[in-house]
């Protein structure tokens, strides 16, 4: 079977949870059942819990998320897994919904526009602010916002918009507040969007990445992904970004945009910020490149789908792997997905033991 | 979900040069993989689960009632929900219509026929959990494998029953296959000069036009007919682009149907 | 008002009736090409119905027998502003309506204005008209056909010669003058010049099924540009007549 027009997977006997495996009697998911769960000690920090479970019978924790307090002793409220800092007590989830925090890198979509600000959809409970003072508009840093601004809000940002911002600040309902003052952030283009879990997203210092074959990838925090064919600006500033560092790199590349500004100057917000950065239109990407880009989504996909933590070092990892099944197309198929996994998996525990 | 504006050239500029770059890298005549379970429903006499690899998912089941014949004008009967969609809703009317109108039409009656006088009618349920792009397609081959696992109650009494005054007996336990040919309806996506099968949400928004195909008992039968997949990128297509698309499905349908048989 | 009424649904106290032009139809000749033996002629009107923006009146007598008429009112509203969410482009909507005997089935009629709205999704201008919606709503006077209740096939192509009309009568954008053809259950919508298709309809087995579909569209198309001719001409008669009225009004 080389190219399946159709792959097609049967089951009789029926698709409810069947647990194959025979309970060895110790499981390591310990209810608190009766009066002997008093006496079992406590989860310790990294543990799997399940809600209801007993965490704690120690007062002295401060309670976070995902867990309640009952009778002097607290519970999971979520299955995840103990995380404790100091003296506080939490259960981060497994699944479910992004939590914003100061800090992150994400990427949104526009969802509303409205009074003065955007409404942004970022996989959280609820859609985060984007206020059209958080954002770079053309003229550059020193130009004031104006009433013509706000009614030409859709020109910059429209429903359905993506756009890559740091969340500002969070509100007091969870939701998060962003920001695009910084050249990194803004408007993306020339590429494609996919959507993992969330908590497969490590935070880390750097979420933009040069890949190889001309690709940059940014990994948001919330679980959307955007590949896009590298742009002077990315292959400038290299993996880890400061800003101003790579202004100088900049100010060439645009030069036809804005004559005369071939001198240096000391920021390049202003000439970053022209209309171009609000552009509807996508640069040339060669057919190689889209194919590249193609082989990185289906790959990050195989890797969502194994369950596996998503970093750059893995993304190239399974690249690499990818590359011995020769049409993109068959990526597609769970076998080859889950042997993808399997592989990256394999490489890293080797890498890891030598 | 709404695409931007960026994204949906990159999409559109990618499905129309040649050879088609699809966003998950599929050829133009590759289905995404899904996933049969058949037979799990115990109070119905057919039934199919059908998952794609996208998330959409939707349930089938088929159950029987002896009617007489002479009487019921129709024989198969199909209802349709769709989940997230008003019940008269364009998508969710649409679709009724057309695979009421498909099965009808193109099944034949003498399939279900018990004695002179009386008949199953064939009662399909499509339950459509989630669907990220056209149902129609998925709909069709959950039709397709619940129809093809449907097990009825086999007659006892004689067949012949036109003098009888007696209403048709049936075994205890045993049950026969029902055999009949059920038709298989293809979304073909038009994009520029290319027809590619089986378009996920994003090609359908940046597709040209689309083509539903049906296909039965070897040949492209009737209903054909354009579907605007989207609003945006809707426009005319060259009669060529309409009969590749012909062409491609007639390529594929016998690979399709042996693989849902298989 | 009548206390006994209230089960009767009477519409708004302020509801105005469909008015009709007073001064009576343009004296124009039906425009048929009857002269040819077995084959389709039309009779057009526009501008029957004042109180829209846009409408028109089609008579089409069928090929087999002058007993096959379909006689069909279009009319369009808008483009008139649309409340709700922004949108960029203008929203198409079509409703089917029969008027006297209600044969077709509700599953059909929904599945025949999809099929129209995508047809002319692709033809009107949407970007002309931002936050504006644009309503077409098409009234079936009367269908027959011999054996059949109706004939879905006819009635299909004169929805789209009718919506094409009336879009003009109403000054609405359109890229070009859709009509369909027909031949064999097969109906095709074109536009320029029948080299490209913006809508297909096949809804049942015709007898020419070994047929190549590319000569099925190369019928299709004989009886487009026959139907887009009638439908040229009339609007260019009108145009005269108008000028000449005008010309008379402005010399009195």
Not at chain 1, 102 to 124: L, M, P, Q, S
Not at chain 1, 177 to 192: I, M, P
Not at chain 2, 106 to 122: A, C, M, P, V
Request: aromatic letters at 6%; charged letters at 25%; proline letters at 4%.
């Amino acid at each position: 079977m080389s190219v399946d027009v159709l792959s097609v997977r049967k089951r009789q006997e029926g698709f409810q949870f069947v647990n194959e495996h025979d309970s060895d009697g110790d499981s390591d998911v310990e209810m608190s059942n009766g009066e002997n769960a008093e006496s079992t000690q406590e989860a310790k920090d990294g543990t799997i819990v399940t809600p209801g479970e007993l965490v704690t019978d120690d007062p002295v924790w401060m309670r976070g998320h995902g867990t309640y307090f009952l009778e002097n002793q607290t519970y999971a409220s979520v299955a995840g897994t103990v995380s404790r800092v100091n003296r506080l007590l939490s259960v981060l989830p497994l699944r479910g919904r992004y939590a914003p925090e100061t800090g992150d890198h994400v990427i949104g979509r526009i969802a509303e526009v409205g009074n003065r600000r955007w409404k942004v959809d970022i996989g959280a409970k609820q859609h985060a602010v984007l206020m059209l003072g958080s954002v770079n508009l053309p003229g550059g840093v020193l130009r004031r916002k104006s009433e013509s601004d706000e009614l030409q809000m859709r020109s910059f940002l429209k429903e359905g918009d993506l756009l890559n911002a740091e969340v500002q600040s969070l509100f007091q309902d969870g939701s998060a507040s962003l920001h695009t003052r910084s050249l990194k952030y803004g408007k993306l283009r020339n590429g494609v969007f996919l959507h993992v879990p969330s908590p497969l997203v490590v935070r880390s210092k750097n979420h933009t990445h040069n890949l190889p074959g001309n690709v940059t990838i940014i990994l948001g925090v919330n679980g959307f992904i955007w590949l896009r064919k590298t742009s002077e600006i990315d292959a400038a500033s290299g993996s880890s970004t400061v800003i101003g560092k790579n202004a100088a790199a900049i100010s060439g590349s645009k030069g036809e945009y804005k004559p005369g500004t071939s001198s240096v100057s000391i920021t390049r917000l202003e000439e970053e910020s022209s209309w171009e950065i609000y552009s509807d239109k996508n640069d040339h990407i060669p057919e190689t490149t889209k194919n590249t880009i193609t082989r990185y989504a289906n790959v990050i996909k195989a890797l969502a789908h194994c369950e596996i933590g998503i970093t750059e070092a893995r993304v190239v990892a399974a690249y690499e792997v990818s590359m011995a099944y020769g049409h993109i197309g068959s990526l597609i198929d769970k076998d080859n997905m889950e042997s993808i996994g399997q592989d990256v998996i394999n490489a890293e525990k080797m890498r890891g033991n030598a | 979900m709404v695409l931007s504006v960026t994204e949906k050239l990159y999409l559109h500029e990618s499905l129309v040069s040649n050879p088609p770059a699809r966003p998950d890298g599929r050829s133009a005549d590759q289905f995404r993989p899904i996933e049969i379970f058949t037979d799990f429903l115990p109070t119905s006499n057919g039934s199919s689960k059908i998952v794609a690899s996208d998330g959409t998912e939707c349930i089938v089941s088929a159950k029987c009632k002896v009617v007489d014949h002479t009487l019921e004008e129709d024989l198969i009967e199909v209802d349709v929900d769709i989940a997230g969609h008003r019940d008269d809703s364009p998508l969710v009317q649409g679709t009724l219509s057309v695979l009421n109108r498909v099965l009808l039409s193109q099944i034949d009656r003498g399939s279900l026929r018990l004695t002179k006088k009386y008949s199953f009618k064939l009662y399909i349920d499509v339950l459509v959990l989630s669907s990220y792009s056209h149902p129609l397609t998925l709909i069709s081959f959950a039709i397709y494998s619940a129809l093809n696992s449907t097990l009825l109650p086999t007659l006892i009494s004689s067949d012949d029953d036109l003098d009888v005054a007696e209403l048709p007996t049936f075994h205890d336990y045993d049950l026969t296959k029902l055999t009949i040919k059920v038709p298989v309806l293809f979304t073909v996506a038009v994009c520029g000069k290319n027809v590619i099968v089986d378009p996920a949400s994003s090609e359908s928004d940046v597709a040209n036009n689309g083509i539903l195909v049906t296909w039965y008992d070897g040949k492209v039968t009737a209903p054909v007919r354009t579907l605007g997949l989207n609003e945006d990128y809707v426009s005319g297509i060259t009669p060529q682009s309409l009969a590749d698309g012909l062409k491609l499905i007639e390529d594929i349908a016998p690979k399709v149907v042996k693989a849902l048989d298989s | 008002m009548n206390i006994s009424d209230r089960r009767r649904i009477l519409g708004p106290s302020n509801a105005k009736l469909l008015t009709f032009d007073k001064s009576g139809p343009v004296e124009i000749e039906p425009i048929s090409s009857s002269s040819v033996p077995n084959s389709t002629s039309m009779y057009i009107e526009n501008g029957l119905i004042c109180n829209a923006n846009g409408s028109s009146y089609l008579e089409v007598t069928g090929s087999t027998s002058e007993a096959d008429r379909t006689l069909m009112l279009t009319s369009v509203y808008g483009p008139r502003p649309s409340r709700g969410a922004f949108n960029a482009k203008a929203t198409l909507s079509v409703q089917f309506k029969e008027v006297t005997l209600e044969k077709i089935p509700a599953g059909e009629l929904k599945e025949l204005c999809n099929f129209l709205s995508n047809v002319f999704n692709a033809v009107i201008n949407l970007e002309r008209y931002p936050k504006s919606g644009i309503d077409v709503f098409l009234s079936l006077i009367h269908s027959s056909n011999g054996s059949q209740l109706y004939e879905l096939e006819s009635i299909i192509s004169t929805c789209v010669n009718g919506i094409t009309l009336a879009l003009i009568d109403a000054g609405i954008e359109i890229f070009d003058t859709v009509s369909a053809g027909i031949y064999e259950k097969h109906i095709v919508a074109f536009v320029k010049n029948g080299t490209e298709i913006v809508g297909f309809w096949k809804g049942k087995d015709s007898a020419s099924e070994s047929e190549d579909i590319l000569s099925i569209i190369e019928q299709c198309k004989l009886d487009y540009l026959k139907n887009r001719k009638a439908m040229v001409e009339y609007l260019v008669r009108c145009n005269d007549k108008e000028d000449h009225l005008q010309h008379e009004v402005t010399k009195q």
